[in-house]
């Protein structure tokens, strides 16, 4: 089933007597079972206001799409979304819906926020097949329930977006990225920490293997330039950093951290855990493998044995793993959550989609 | 302004209701002389006042546990309240209602620099947050004009705003957790020390939901380095008109203030005699302030120089010392105190697209007229949050309600060009019935399927947020 408007979205909604997998272009790997319910039939630009730095768009337009009609103007999204088509080994095109289903959210994360932040309006139609609208097209709007961020990240279970509204960022004339070769775990979240406490507006702070410890800045340039000058000093103690100062291939480590690249095609499970970016090394070390650092520390991507529970030796560390490529019956995707937590989780679901018929979230 | 009538089988239960609480909380933590309880019958909307059944000041969480399960037992409502500086009505209580304050839960219980987070007792105030940790190099962002004597609480009810939002957003961008009290009693830790949600975002509904889901005791928030510097330039325009150009220009330039603020004429006369701050004259003008050291500083204000002179302005005045930034700044900061010192007035809060700005001013300007109430406009230009001023004399009879009703129609007018009610100060009781004007049934009622989850009776600050009318079955009204 492939709706073309909202109205027989909610007709589909209505009619359905059995779950339904709702689907953007499939690439980041929802769980769960049903009829297809595919979203590539709601798409295109509703609104784009480059001055006012704010986008309006169909949930179902790739994301591609959406980058190329920014990056005409100059604009992008701030939370610089990953594609996870290669890490699941799928070739669709990701969707801007599923981005924001996922609450996909890249290296910058740090200091631009995740798409949650950057989420200003909802629509979408829940599990009743009831059209409901949430926040709208302006930065600051405060005015009811912040149903927009229940939607970010909620995996399609509470409903189908329709149309997503986002606040946007321009693209800075000048970039550069320090790489810090050879540094232990504990030793390159120090050198993260250092450069994400200090004024310098870091917009992202990573630890790939085999390349080193990586931290950006962006800006106008001379302003890029002064404080690179400034981070070599203060970031000294922690060896001589090599500056990258050519976009595209600074790009292109970035999109290694953000894409877990150095997990592509290898053999094995993959865990996103996200913790205080100061328990990063003692979840590298007890996981034992090889890690990508993103988040100053605080997201770790792992590489772990196929069919096994990277959550056991993580007890006691505050935080949360998914599994995002493997599978195991024994060992759930998603979080456990505490009871009380779980109870509200389950109310809201409840509330927005009384017959379970959006299973892929769950 | 139209409150529920209070529950009479509650109002004869006060003695037993006060002694139950008295059991659980320490003796100076239950008020209810009627004399003490005046403090707590408004918050900073007090043209609307009423005294609640009773008072409670608890000192911690398991405090805030044990009075909210004998309130839920009992079947009474509970009003949050932080600082009881809501300009919208968010703490103002009802007649049947106890107010939960969390004033005196003010401690810092954990500054961690190399993760960049700071926890805190919710009743701490804004600035005392930055004030913990500014020695070190470090502050909070959100910054709301009354951050003096505000409350995290608050803030976190209202997902409070603030002047330099443009750069560093608003609470609910700088919130990472939260201890959560449920109406039942019940203590839930909702996200942490870490980034994002394991599961559905429920610290991003708590948010702003204005102290109708939980009563908030302690937050995780996000801590920032302090830039090296920062300075404001000041641009006037010969038109309001002028200045929404200028900047719509600066934003697409590409470069990000952290504050661009906005006021018309008759703001600027009224500060430039309240507080004599030397602005020029004229219809417009914008203080825009930008961060960095003194060398990255000159470069933003250089470009921001070059796109503000296409636009013929009246006058830039460039800050080159802390002195002149303070001058810069002191017409803003004192903006709703002059206006104060004039007259009354209400503040209004709607926020619209930032291109429908000169489309706005020009309308707010007809139904001024048309009213018979001067209206003055100081904002945050930027986000397109307005803070329309509406002057009017409360002794005078009938002004409130005219004001309020010119109130509606600027409101009303915010929506209509594509933008809401409330950019920062929330709906509480004075946007409640506009409610409808933003959103449609089943907008209203998927908002309030949330509450039906958190808060099953409807016993926490009921009857705000919701038109009346919309919340009447839910509340057993």
């Known amino acids: ?362 | 302004m139209q409150m529920p009538a209070p529950d009479a089988r509650i109002l004869g239960r006060k003695p037993a209701i006060v002694a139950r609480l008295r059991e659980v909380l320490p003796a100076d933590a239950v008020i209810d002389d009627p004399v003490e309880l005046r403090a707590y019958e408004c918050d900073a909307l007090s043209a609307y006042r009423c005294s609640p059944l009773a008072a409670i000041l608890p000192r911690s969480t398991a405090e805030v546990a044990a009075a909210l399960k004998i309130c839920a037992a009992e079947g009474v409502k509970v009003v949050p309240r932080g600082s009881g500086t809501s300009l919208a009505g968010g703490a103002m209580p009802s007649q049947d209602s106890v107010v939960l304050g969390v004033a005196r839960m003010n401690r810092v219980l954990e500054v961690d620099h190399a993760d960049r987070i700071m926890k805190v007792e919710a009743g701490r105030t804004n600035l005392s947050v930055t004030g913990a940790i500014e020695q070190d190099g470090f502050f909070y962002a959100p910054d709301p004009s009354s951050q003096l004597a505000c409350a995290i609480a608050g803030n976190i009810a209202m997902n409070s705003g603030g002047a330099h939002c443009l750069k560093y957003g608003v609470t609910t961008n700088n919130l990472l957790g939260v201890t959560l009290v449920t109406m039942a009693g019940e203590v839930l830790q909702i996200g942490g020390a870490h980034l994002d949600a394991p599961g559905l975002d429920l610290l991003g509904v708590i948010c702003g939901s204005e102290g109708q889901l939980g009563v908030v005791t302690e937050a995780t928030l996000r801590i920032l380095a302090r830039p090296e510097g920062a300075r404001p330039v000041l641009i006037g325009f010969e038109s309001s008109e002028v200045a929404g150009a200028c900047v719509a220009d600066i934003i697409r330039a590409g470069v990000l203030p952290v504050a661009i603020e906005f006021m018309d004429r008759p703001c600027i006369r009224a500060t430039e005699a309240f507080a004599h701050p030397g602005y020029p004259d004229c219809e417009a003008l914008l203080i825009i302030e930008v961060e960095g050291a003194p060398a990255e500083i000159d470069e933003q204000l250089a470009l921001i120089r070059t796109i503000a002179g296409r636009h013929s302005p009246v006058e830039i005045r460039e800050s080159r010392s802390e002195e002149e930034s303070r001058r810069i700044w002191l017409g803003r900061k004192s903006a709703f105190g002059a206006m104060g010192q004039i007259n009354d007035y209400m503040c209004l809060d709607g926020t619209i697209p930032v291109s429908a700005l000169p489309q706005v001013l020009r309308r707010i300007g007809e139904l001024s007229a048309q009213y018979g109430l001067e209206v003055a406009n100081v904002f945050h230009a930027g986000d397109g949050n307005m803070h329309p001023l509406i002057l009017y004399n409360a002794n005078a009879p009938g002004q409130l309600d005219l004001c309020e009703r010119l109130g509606a129609e600027i409101l009303t007018l915010c929506v209509e060009v594509g933008g809401c009610l409330t950019g920062e100060h929330g709906v509480g009781i004075e946007k409640r019935d506009l409610m409808g004007v933003q959103f449609g049934a089943a907008d209203l009622d998927a908002q309030m399927r949330v509450k039906d989850v958190f808060d099953p009776a409807w016993l926490l600050n009921p009857a705000k947020v919701f038109p009346l009318a919309a919340s009447a079955a839910r509340r057993g009204a």
């Open chain 1, 1 to 362: 089933m492939r709706p073309t408007t909202e109205d027989e979205l909610a007709g589909i909604i209505r009619a359905a007597t059995g779950p339904l997998r709702i689907t953007g272009g499939g690439t980041r790997g929802l769980l769960g079972e049903g009829e297809p319910l595919e979203t590539g039939g709601l798409t295109g630009i509703v609104l784009y206001e480059p001055a006012a730095l704010t986008l309006v768009v169909r949930a179902g337009t790739p994301l591609a799409e959406v980058e190329a009609a920014l990056a005409a103007e100059g604009q992008r999204l701030p939370f610089e979304p990953g594609d996870m088509g290669a890490l699941l080994g799928r070739n669709g095109a990701s969707t801007i819906g599923g981005v924001v289903a996922t609450n996909a959210s890249g290296p910058r994360r740090v200091q631009a926020g995740a798409c949650r932040d950057a989420l200003i309006g909802v629509r979408f139609v829940d599990g009743r097949g009831t059209l409901i609208r949430n926040g709208g097209r302006v930065m600051k709007n405060v005015t009811g329930y912040d149903l927009v961020k229940l939607l970010a990240g909620s995996r399609g279970s509470l409903g189908v977006l329709t149309e997503v509204a986002f606040k946007l960022q321009p693209i800075p004339p000048a970039s550069a990225t320090l790489i810090l070769p050879g540094l232990s775990p504990a030793r390159a979240v120090a050198a993260m920490s250092a450069a994400l406490g200090s004024p310098y507006d870091v917009t992202g702070a990573a630890h790939l293997p085999g390349i080193g410890t990586l931290i950006r800045l962006e800006g106008l340039a001379a302003s890029v330039g002064y404080r690179v000058g400034r981070l070599l000093v203060a970031l000294a103690p922690y060896g001589q950093a090599v500056v990258e100062r050519d976009a595209d291939a600074a790009a292109a480590l970035w999109r290694q951290v953000r894409d877990a690249a150095p997990f592509h095609g290898r053999a094995g499970d993959v865990w996103r855990i996200s913790v205080r970016p100061s328990d990063g090394p003692e979840v590298a070390a007890r996981l034992g493998g090889e890690v990508v650092m993103d988040w100053g520390g605080g997201l770790i991507w792992a590489l772990y044995p196929a069919g096994m529970d990277a959550r056991a030796p993580l007890a006691g560390i505050a935080g949360h793993a998914t599994r995002v490529r493997g599978g195991s019956r024994d060992v759930p995707a998603l979080p456990p959550e505490p009871a009380a937590v779980a109870a509200l989780t389950a109310g809201l679901r409840a509330q927005f989609d009384p017959r379970a018929i959006f299973a892929s979230g769950r």
